[in-house]
């Protein structure tokens, strides 16, 4: 089956930590993307950062960047210097059958402590 | 501003009543999807469609319908609301660029009573 794997369910951090969230997937597909998106309480679900799979380079967007193991089919998010804004579920996705569709993982809480 | 839209946010019903969830976007997407996530849960794809006069069911079981008669509109549609279907609905598009990237709308919290 393919299957996407969150196997934190919850983290919590001081300010100004760096917090890693680990994700792994199963896919057939050959070129793809990854995604890992944040969903704040009771906020919209917004886009963090995605990972073209035939990269070798890990993306980074500011204080987030991924570590991306293809051959193992894992991509983690790592947050720098964490903030208070960046308490939030995160979701990471993967492709399946086409990739037309996203698979999401059972999702992280961060929470970010002052 | 190109962006997705969804009404209403909120919505408290009782059982048997039909309700429509609308959702918009006006970025010119042509795949749109919905999702069901229970609070704090992950989310399970129920419908999905790639263009006008295309329509899908998800990996997950619904008894909603949808509609796609025009590319910015998919409007989901429950004929005899239950308590079981009381849940968060997100309403998402992608388009050619970014790797099927999707876009969120805000979501409907639906509650029935």
């Known amino acids: 089956a393919q299957t996407v794997t969150q196997s934190q369910p919850e983290m919590s951090v001081q300010e100004a930590e760096t917090v890693t969230l680990s994700c792994t997937y199963d896919?057939?597909?050959?070129?793809?993307?990854l995604f890992w998106y944040k969903q704040p309480p009771s906020r919209q679900m917004i886009l963090v950062i995605r990972?073209?799979?035939?990269?070798?380079q890990n993306a980074t967007e500011n204080r987030f960047s991924v570590n991306f193991q293809k051959a193992a089919k894992s991509f983690s998010l790592k947050i720098s210097d964490s903030q208070l804004g960046d308490t939030a579920m995160y979701f990471c996705?993967?492709?399946?059958?086409?990739?037309?569709?996203?698979?999401f993982g059972q999702g992280t809480r961060l929470t970010i402590n002052p | 501003e190109a962006d997705i839209y969804q009404t209403p946010r909120y919505l408290v019903i009782g059982t048997g009543k039909k309700i429509t969830l609308e959702c918009s976007q006006t970025m010119g997407h042509d795949k749109m999807y919905w999702y069901q996530q229970d609070p704090g849960m992950e989310l399970h794809l129920i419908h999905y469609s790639y263009g006008v006069n295309s329509t899908e069911k998800g990996d997950l079981s619904s008894e909603s319908t949808v509609s796609r008669i025009r590319t910015e509109h998919f409007p989901l549609t429950l004929e005899s609301a239950r308590p079981s279907h009381t849940s968060q609905y997100l309403c998402?598009?992608?388009?050619?660029?970014?790797?099927?990237?999707?876009?969120f709308g805000p979501g409907t919290r639906l509650t029935v009573l």
């Open positions: 996705a993967a492709p399946i059958q086409g990739a037309q569709k996203l698979v």
């Open positions: 990972q073209e799979a035939y990269k070798q």
């Open positions: 896919t057939s597909e050959n070129n793809y993307y």
């Open positions: 998402a598009s992608a388009g050619l660029a970014g790797g099927n990237e999707q876009f």
